[in-house]
């Protein structure tokens, strides 16, 4: 198929960018790398009435480290995030989790907002965000705007952003523990697809080689990526030992509602979610160098 009738705008700038949303509001969608948008409009999933395309607007996709965070630009290219000299020599979880993001030609165009934009429960980069703790940062005539990730997704393709706000740059805390590790890992019925269910983990240790703050955020297995909360309260202060990532993966299994679809049952959704969370624990505890983390 074909997309419907559409007009079709590209701003030089975030101003011009932010009047054209304020003009057409829900009517308008942003256009970024397009990997997610372009195929929604040709199955007219989406029908939009205009497509105002960022891609010419200066400074969205550039990437900085200040004040203590990284921030990330809404159309840096995904395949940034795998180059040695990216992002991700201060933010690993991100390079860990880059690798599963669909395939080298969709990383290529796709972006790190548009990702967060599109808001699929499936994704990599929304869960990895959750679990890093980002704030994302939103434009719009009334001004700035930063959102808590853990507030950003509302629910499945649906944010927190307003119907003319443009998402223009990440901020994610760069991690200042000595011992600090992180994983990520996800079945998925191909390489480069969806996840059936994917574990976002990030591990601060303790001197005494106990684990001092974990982390955990799942996509795949609910209308949003999913936070949590109880299994990291488990492992705060805990030995990093397979007795407590196991107790940590039932808490997990607790947590979540997991939907069936065409690749797999609720059923297997909940089965697989505490293996995931073991053995991303137990890479990330290793990753740490806490005591332990073997036992697993």
Not at 41 to 65: S, T
Not at 156 to 181: H, K, M, N, Q, W
Request: proline share 6%; hydrophobic share 45%.
């Amino acid at each position: 198929m074909k997309p419907a009738p559409f007009r079709y705008a590209a701003p030089d700038t975030l101003d011009e960018a932010i009047a054209l949303s304020d003009r057409f509001g829900d009517s308008a969608r942003m256009l970024a790398g397009g990997q997610s948008l372009l195929a929604m409009m040709n199955l007219r999933i989406v029908r939009p009435e205009v497509v105002i395309d960022l891609n010419r607007v200066p400074g969205l996709a550039a990437w900085r480290q200040l004040d203590g965070s990284l921030r990330i630009g809404a159309m840096l290219r995904q395949q940034v995030l795998e180059t040695p000299d990216g992002p991700t020599g201060a933010l690993p979880l991100l390079g860990a989790a880059i690798r599963h993001v669909g395939h080298r030609a969709t990383r290529s165009r796709g972006t790190v907002g548009g990702s967060l934009a599109h808001a699929d429960p499936a994704a990599e980069l929304p869960a990895c965000m959750l679990a890093l703790d980002a704030e994302i940062v939103a434009q719009s005539s009334a001004g700035e705007r930063t959102i808590p990730a853990a507030a950003f997704f509302r629910d499945t393709f649906t944010t927190a952003l307003s119907e003319t706000e443009i998402l223009c740059e990440i901020r994610v805390p760069v991690p200042s523990a000595d011992r600090y590790g992180c994983s990520f890992i996800e079945i998925a019925r191909r390489h480069g697809d969806f996840a059936v269910a994917a574990i976002a983990c990030v591990v601060e240790g303790r001197a005494d080689g106990r684990i001092g703050v974990a982390k955990l955020a799942m996509a795949g297995v609910g209308p949003v990526p999913l936070r949590l909360a109880e299994a990291e309260l488990v492992l705060a202060g805990a030995d990093p030992t397979g007795e407590a990532f196991a107790e940590a993966g039932r808490a997990a299994m607790r947590a979540i509602d997991p939907p069936s679809d065409l690749h797999a049952t609720a059923e297997y959704r909940r089965a697989v979610a505490p293996v995931l969370v073991e053995r991303a624990l137990a890479e990330a505890c290793r990753a740490a160098s806490l005591e332990g983390a073997g036992d697993a």
